[in-house]
């Protein structure tokens, strides 16, 4: 039955997003607000459709330290959960992500108009400078950037060394750090097609405010906040 009740998630996720991804390049010259609401719709339905399809269903805790006005996102980096997530969790968002995806036809293309940061991965020190560059002109216009400093998905119980170029960011740029946890790895786990029924707990950590702080504390600070937690579900796991 779990394998059956994924595959009806995995069916009818994958075509609303080729409905979406389509229909949405007709969005192309509207106002970026009315493009992002548009695209993040599939988003929605795919968090709904996999609790109807997966019983797979999620709460959020520390909506209260969201702080106003434009922030970074650290989040966890374990499932496939967290990409969809996000973006009804959180304030209208432009992500980090290789520029290649954007070269994919229709969804690439989509993906284009949500105005990512694209990097060159190969560049080295100057795919930082790509990050700063593009994610202060985001934050500037009031959009959030989302981070996973661990640039791939790791398995719970696992951990990554912490990329750098979100903390530059955040050191450049000056706005605060929202550290997030998630024990959603347990549930939709890295490269694994079925999804096991439950309740996903995600957590949002009080904003770390980064004036006056280096990248690598800046990092240090948040790493620490989300190993605790990640520690904390790791344990009633077991």
């Known amino acids: 039955m779990l394998y059956l009740r994924s595959l009806l998630f995995f069916v009818g996720s994958t075509l609303s997003m080729i409905l979406i991804a389509t229909s949405g390049l007709l969005t192309a010259f509207a106002p970026f607000r009315i493009r992002y609401y548009y695209m993040t719709r599939w988003g929605v339905f795919a968090l709904w459709w996999l609790r109807v399809t997966c019983g797979l269903s999620y709460v959020v805790e520390g909506k209260e330290n969201l702080p106003k006005g434009s922030a970074l996102i650290f989040c966890k980096h374990s499932s496939t959960w967290e990409t969809l997530a996000l973006q009804q969790i959180f304030p209208p968002q432009v992500w980090v992500l290789k520029r290649e995806l954007k070269w ?135």
């Open 104 to 238: 994919l036809p229709i969804f690439g293309w989509a993906l284009a108009l949500l105005q990512p940061i694209a990097i060159n991965r190969k560049a080295g020190r100057r795919a930082i400078d790509q990050i700063v560059e593009q994610g202060v002109k985001r934050l500037k216009a009031g959009l959030w950037v989302a981070v996973f400093p661990e640039g791939t998905r790791v398995a719970p119980g696992k951990h990554k060394k912490w990329g750098i170029g979100g903390a530059v960011l955040a050191a450049e740029s000056g706005h605060p750090v929202v550290p997030v946890a998630h024990n959603a790895g347990y549930y939709w786990a890295r490269r694994q097609f079925i999804k096991r029924p439950g309740t996903i707990r995600m957590v949002i950590g009080p904003a770390i405010t980064t004036q006056g702080l280096s990248a690598a504390e800046i990092n240090h600070a948040a790493e620490q906040w989300v190993n605790a937690r990640m520690a904390e579900f790791d344990a009633q796991q077991k």
